[in-house]
């Protein structure tokens, strides 16, 4: 083969764009169906905040797709074994998952925030304002390592659960507690919650600490799929109906 046409070989190659995987008809996305308000189960169909999710970035994608519901034992390996395309069943990302799949952009992510009583001035969340606060936090999780590794200044205190921390917030024996912010909102909502205590702060985003956010699970070499899945939420997230989905189940941004 001559030089030149060599190189127009070559040419010709780098013009021609990769071929992409075909992507499944339909798309079968699994949820657990025992989560809410992710995902639950009402009328005998799966609902909630990842369930509206999932049919919102199919539309957007232009594909077309079906939900099912799978129990959380064993999602992982239903997904390896083809039983379905994608897990929206919120699904952290971790180190140990994302050897065995790979997943989308995060979704979602619950902030991290702190609650005090009402009775007690808090000028700031910096963890310079936190020296020598009584903080509680749920013992066994990543909160109470946060505070450890972020706010050694203070009195880190840990409980068997979140409850227990509100329990001696209420007490008055804690300055502030930390924990997901959608369990702090239960807690706040309740009569004893409402009465005695206040949201003060988020920890900022990006925390590597407190993880890296809920992501779709796919199947290591569904590249093509998961592409279409970002992009779509790109496009949510960008024009509002991300926000306007997420606001019919959670009352604080998520993105």
């Not at 990842?50 to 099912?68: Q, S």
């Not at 990006?206 to 993880?211: A, F, H, N, T």
Request: net charge neutral.
């Amino acid at each position: 083969m001559s030089r030149l046409l060599s190189r127009l070989l070559v040419l010709s190659l780098l013009a021609c764009p990769a071929r992409s995987e075909p992507l499944p008809a339909p798309v079968r996305i699994a949820t657990e169906g025992g989560h809410p308000p992710f995902n639950y189960v009402e009328d005998g169909q799966p609902a909630g905040f990842e369930v509206e999710l999932a049919r919102a970035l199919c539309r957007e994608a232009g594909l077309a797709c079906t939900i099912v519901l799978h129990q959380w034992d064993g999602i992982i390996k239903g997904l390896e074994a083809g039983e379905y395309d994608a897990i929206m069943a919120s699904m952290a990302i971790t180190p140990r998952r994302a050897g065995r799949i790979q997943f989308s952009r995060a979704y979602y992510r619950i902030p991290a925030a702190y609650v005090a009583r009402k009775d007690t001035p808090v000028p700031g969340i910096a963890p310079a304002a936190l020296a020598g606060r009584a903080i509680g936090a749920a013992a066994h999780g990543p909160f109470y390592a946060y505070l450890e590794q972020r706010v050694p200044g203070a009195d880190i205190r840990g409980f068997d659960t979140l409850g227990d921390a509100t329990l001696d917030l209420r007490a008055g024996r804690l300055d502030l507690v930390l924990g997901d912010k959608l369990d702090l909102a239960k807690f706040l909502a309740t009569p004893e919650g409402g009465a005695c205590c206040r949201f003060v702060g988020d920890v900022p985003a990006g925390e590597p600490l407190l993880g890296e956010g809920v992501a779709i699970g796919l199947r290591k070499g569904d590249r093509t799929l998961r592409e279409a899945f970002d992009r779509a939420l790109a496009a949510l997230v960008a024009d509002g109906r991300y926000d306007r989905i997420r606001a019919k189940f959670i009352p604080f941004d998520t993105k």
